[in-house]
């Protein structure tokens, strides 16, 4: 069994700065890839970036240079660094990681709680 545990959200002025860390424990033999999402009310839910442990990363545009995700492999740990956050931010944050807990074990998405973020004006 693989749990994610995430952190770090909450209550931020509008070009201020939260750091959100996602950390997976549990049966993991492998991590493919983890990424952040966001969900805001009344709209779908919404791809933010994406590490490998190799760290290659991708973005949404709407996250390009204000955001960074990072990964402590060492912890199995991503983190998403967000600068200048905006009244548009405001969203749920979940974390994801695909995972396999096995060498013949197909890699299965897990998903954290999820945290509130919210970016006042």
């Known amino acids: 069994q693989v749990q994610l545990v995430e952190s770090g959200g909450g209550l931020v002025q509008a070009g201020g700065s939260l750091r959100l860390s996602c950390a997976a424990s549990?049966?993991?033999?492998?991590?493919?890839?983890m990424a952040w999402y966001r969900q805001a009310p009344g709209k779908q839910r919404e791809l933010v970036a994406t590490t490998t442990p190799r760290g290659s990363t991708n973005y949404a545009d709407s996250v390009k240079g204000r955001f960074i995700i990072s990964i402590d492999n060492a912890k199995n740990t991503e983190y998403l660094q967000m600068n200048s956050l905006k009244p548009e931010d405001t969203a749920v944050y979940s974390c994801?990681?695909?995972?396999?807990?096995?060498?013949?074990?197909?890699?299965?998405?897990?998903w954290g709680q999820g945290t509130q973020v919210t970016v006042s004006s």
């Open positions: 994801n990681a695909r995972i396999s807990t096995g060498l013949l074990r197909a890699p299965e998405d897990y």
């Open positions: 549990g049966r993991i033999f492998r991590i493919d890839v």
